[in-house]
């Protein structure tokens, strides 16, 4: 740094990491390049640049935390409480668990939801359930993504349901997935139920409406 002012070591490594910082943040922001994400997306480079215009709209760091998620998602829902279900759909888009959405997290989770295979659709509805990511949903995961979706819909559901409607659609569900009756549900079972039982996959068609 060409300044006439003497500075400290200390104060001279205080400002080479600040801005060491800044230029890693921008880094970390700066999304993947368009070619790349036509690439790796079902989006073409039209729609990629109107998403991002959107997302830089609402989040100009180019990344969303948590709070800033939840905010946006109960926008949507402003009938009932959507704060559970968007922590779930939250760490579904983190795929890197570092505590943020890219937008690259978001263009990929969107291409698989809006237009990937119903297989993709499958696993990606897999990894939301799964909420420890251990491979494995249990009865409790899935209660507690359930009960977030109709806390979500609040007073929209027709007729107003029970208390005890999403237990009892667990408990349906977990039967007819648990194949082996071992308590948990994997992947192979999950996607097999749910493509061979139509009741399941119009309920799991819930997803369209929430996400």
Not at 79 to 88: E, L, P, R
Not at 156 to 178: A, G, N, S
Request: some cysteine.
């Amino acid at each position: 740094m060409s300044s006439t002012r003497k500075q400290t070591p200390t104060s001279q490594k205080r400002e080479d990491s600040v801005e060491d910082e800044l230029e890693l943040s921008a880094v970390r922001h700066r999304p993947e390049g368009l070619e790349q994400l036509e690439a790796l997306t079902r989006f073409n480079r039209k729609e990629l640049q109107i998403l991002y215009r959107g997302f830089k709209n609402e989040c100009p760091s180019g990344v969303v935390n948590e709070d800033t998620f939840k905010d946006i998602y109960s926008q949507f829902f402003p009938q009932g409480d959507a704060s559970t279900y968007a922590h779930f759909l939250f760490n579904a888009f983190d795929t890197d668990k570092d505590g943020s959405v890219s937008f690259e997290d978001f263009v990929m989770g969107l291409s698989i939801l809006l237009r990937g295979s119903v297989q993709e659709k499958l696993n990606w509805a897999f990894n939301l359930y799964d909420i420890n990511k251990d491979g494995y949903i249990t009865k409790e995961e899935m209660l507690d993504i359930m009960k977030a979706i109709y806390d979500m819909m609040g007073k929209c559901t027709h007729p107003l349901l029970k208390d005890d409607t999403p237990r009892q659609h667990v408990e349906i569900f977990f039967q007819k997935m648990d194949k082996n009756k071992d308590g948990v549900v994997t992947i192979d079972e999950f996607i097999d139920c749910c493509q061979n039982d139509e009741n399941i996959m119009r309920s799991m068609q819930l997803f369209d409406n929430v996400i």
